[in-house]
Each structure stands twice: as C-alpha cells, then as structure tokens.
C-alpha cells in the first residue's frame, strides 16, 4: 500500500536478466524501500529505494519479496 516501508529478503526470479534489473534498479536483498504511489489497476508500482524514484511493473514488483516495517513513531 502507499506510505509503506519495506526491506527486501529476496527476488523470486529465475530469469537472469531480470534479477540483474531488478538489483541495477537497486532492488537487491537488504535493500530499503518506500512505495510511494500505484498506477491505475496497480501499475506501475512506484517506489522509492537508494533515493531514486523506480518504477515497476506487476511482473517485476511481484519478483520482489519484502518484509514490511512497522511504521514509525512520531
């Protein structure tokens, strides 16, 4: 959902070139992520990871497994 924070804990991909996507676009196990918006019928998915905006498709978005954070507070 928008205003979640995620990390990611793995990429269920098997396909080489989309793994190697998915971490150039900084999606990597460890990494930190905020989604900051959705697309009509869910795509893209728009999320905030290294401090780039990147955009996902439903394909790709659903490659990566996250574990969600509690949000913080204030």
């Known amino acids: 959902a928008v205003g979640e ?5 793995a990429l ?5 070139a989309v793994v190697g996507w ?3 676009q900084g999606l990597a196990p460890g990494a930190e992520l905020s ?3 959705r697309g009509p019928g869910g795509e893209p998915l728009v999320v905030l990871v ?7 498709g439903r394909a790709p ?3 990566v497994l996250v574990h969600r954070r509690e949000p913080r507070s204030a």
Request: charged content about 30%; proline content about 0%.
């Open 22 to 24: 998915l971490v150039e």
């Open 61 to 63: 978005a659903q490659a």
């Open 12 to 16: 269920a991909e098997t396909d080489a």
């Open 50 to 56: 290294c401090g780039e905006r990147r955009f996902l």
């Open 35 to 37: 989604v900051l918006e």
């Open 5 to 9: 924070e995620a990390t990611v804990v």
